[in-house]
């Protein structure tokens, strides 16, 4: 399975970065605002930084002006990805912009028919949002169970990101069901490593070590 980080702080990519577990990046027009920063720079820097796809997000609502800002945000690096919304505009957008040889992420996707959609338009990537469909009530990896399903009875080459990641049980839910990739928030990640029992584990092994007697003590 691979991982990105939904996220644009700089000093949060470099320190995941650093474990080996970044396999790409996702961003929003949310994302970035937390940020503070110009778009085209700061996400010209997270794609020196990381070497997987990088989703840039395009804020317009026709499909010629998102087929023209996509092509735009393309040029900026090699791995960068151009993220659409799933809308009518955004499907031929992204019919036309994947025939140039750009790289794709439909984003909002909310059922199974948007993600069969998406994929037929041409998608490289689809984003189900798990966390937000939970909070309608539904069931969000449910979701992602059924889309992976439909993207393989008609072999799509589409690619599933888990969005909207916000607990342990979505990520280990969404691997269990498939999902090629999960874009999880840096505050969540650090969740995935982390256990109460490792940690007790480790203070009662240091306590016990400090019992053992050290080679000058055993020698008088
Ligand atoms: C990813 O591509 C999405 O932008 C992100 O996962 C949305 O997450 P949220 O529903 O927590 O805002």
């Known amino acids: 399975m691979e991982f990105f980080l939904d996220t644009a702080n700089i000093d949060e990519i470099k320190r995941i970065n650093r474990l080996g577990l970044v396999d790409g990046i996702t961003t929003n027009p949310s994302i970035i605002a937390k940020g503070n920063r110009d778009f085209e720079e700061v996400i010209k820097e997270i794609c020196s930084i990381v070497d997987g796809p990088v989703s840039a997000e395009v804020i317009s609502l026709t499909a010629d ?3 023209e800002e996509a092509r735009e945000i393309a040029k900026w690096a090699s791995n960068v990805v151009v993220k659409i919304p799933m809308t009518e505009a955004g499907l031929e957008a992204v019919n ?6 750009i790289k794709t992420n439909v984003t909002l996707v909310f059922s199974v028919a948007q993600g069969l959609m998406a994929a037929k338009a041409g998608a490289t990537y689809i984003s189900p949002f798990v966390g937000r469909v939970d909070d309608i009530g539904e069931d969000g990896i449910a979701l992602i169970q059924r889309l992976k399903q439909t993207l393989q009875n008609y072999q799509y080459d589409a690619k599933i990101i888990t969005a909207s990641v916000r607990t342990i049980g979505h990520l280990e839910s969404a691997a269990l069901a498939g999902a090629d990739i999960a874009t999880i928030p840096g505050s969540l990640l ?4 982390k256990h ?5 584990g480790i203070e009662q092994f240091l306590a016990d070590w400090e019992k053992v007697p050290k080679k000058a003590e055993t020698l008088s």
Not at 96 to 101: A, D, F, L, R, V
């Open 65 to 67: 002006e998102m087929v």
């Open 96 to 101: 036309t912009i994947s025939k140039e040889g």
């Open 190 to 193: 650090p969740k995935l490593w």
């Open 196 to 200: 109460p029992l490792t940690d007790n």
